[in-house]
């Protein structure tokens, strides 16, 4: 778990960088976030109903699936946020 928590919520923060700097509202870019969490809620009813058992292995087979999903992130964010546009676009 030490390694699946902190991909994810890199996951979910590079999600809401992309979505806000990608909307004019800021009340779009809060709701947009909300889809966000759908993968680690995706994550937690496999386990809840019994499709998914986190064992060692799948934790960390979890984990490199979403540690690859966070450099994707990264680099498209990385690419698409423009901090001018955005102050710009909001004020």
Do not use: H
Not at 16 to 33: E, W
Not at 66 to 82: E, V, W
């Amino acid at each position: 778990m030490v390694l699946l928590a902190p991909t994810a919520c890199l996951m979910s923060v590079l999600a809401c960088v992309l979505v806000s700097s990608k909307v004019s509202d800021v009340r779009a870019a809060q709701q947009l976030g909300g889809f966000v969490v759908m993968p680690v809620v995706v994550l937690m009813l496999g386990v809840l109903a019994g499709f998914i058992f986190l064992s060692p292995v799948m934790i960390f087979v979890f984990a490199g699936l979403y540690g690859c999903l966070d450099l994707g992130l990264f680099f498209f964010a990385k690419a698409i946020f423009n901090r001018e546009a955005i102050l710009t676009k909001w004020s």
